[in-house]
């Protein structure tokens, strides 16, 4: 495997499952990203986690948990989600400097809450 | 709170055309990335762009980068149709333990034949 993978790749659950989205890194990088892409949105960043900790937050949900066990693997644990959670989801990572931040993102998970 | 306006969010033009899409940000920044996104994948790497007057080219693709003016503008010569996809510019504050993107609402641009 090479880049940034994500299982599963379309994933239909009900409000009431609880489900886990998979991100793994294969490029050695340090820091790992959640995203939200809704239609008609713009990207939204949820979680940023760096040498496996969590930096940022951005108000998202308690119904969205992340966990970040080491610096090459990222979750994104889901229960009692609603409709308007259904989204793109896009892991990514990067190899952060001080000069520098090119984040590289994986396929996503298309999500669909019924 | 940085924002990044990207403007034209739609852009239809006709193969063998040129066009200039332009992304705006709020506070100072010299570092800023380019990147593609086709229907139902994922965002890829096109440009990095890490100091003011920076020029960067990829076949018809030409991006610049004006941190004076906070603008950068990606620039599409003799369009063809492979090149239709949104793209998306994104602009980045990390400092200290803040690693932080923040994207333009995307450029959906469709190269009509």
């Known amino acids: 495997e090479t880049g940034v993978t994500q299982t599963p790749r379309h994933l239909v659950m009900g409000m009431t499952n609880k489900k886990s989205l998979k991100c793994e890194q294969h490029l050695g990088h340090n820091a790992m990203y959640w995203y939200k892409q809704s239609a008609k949105k713009p990207l939204e960043l949820m979680f940023v986690y760096n040498f496996k900790e969590q930096t940022e937050n951005n108000s998202v949900p308690s119904r969205f948990s992340p966990e970040c066990p080491n610096s090459s693997h990222l979750f994104l644990h889901l229960h009692t989600l609603q409709p308007e959670d259904s989204a793109l989801y896009l892991c990514?990572?990067?190899?952060?400097?001080?000069?520098?931040?090119?984040?590289?993102f994986g396929p996503g998970t298309r999500l669909t809450v019924l | 709170e940085l924002k990044v306006e990207q403007n034209p969010l739609f852009l239809s033009m006709q193969e063998g055309k040129n066009y200039t899409i332009y992304c705006n940000y709020s506070?100072?920044?010299?570092?800023l990335y380019w990147y593609r996104q086709d229907p139902g994948k994922s965002l890829e790497s096109l440009f990095v762009?890490?100091?003011?007057?920076a020029v960067k080219q990829e076949g018809r693709l030409m991006a610049s980068l004006d941190t004076k003016a906070r603008l950068s503008t990606l620039h599409i010569t003799a369009a063809v149709h492979d090149l239709s996809a949104t793209y998306f510019c994104?602009?980045?504050?990390?400092?200290?333990?803040?690693?932080?993107?923040?994207f333009g609402k995307g450029t959906l641009l469709t190269v009509n034949p």
């Open positions: 762009l890490l100091s003011n007057g």
């Open positions: 990514a990572s990067s190899q952060v400097v001080a000069t520098y931040n090119e984040q590289f």
């Open positions: 506070t100072t920044s010299d570092r």
């Open positions: 994104a602009v980045d504050r990390s400092g200290g333990s803040n690693y932080k993107l923040t």
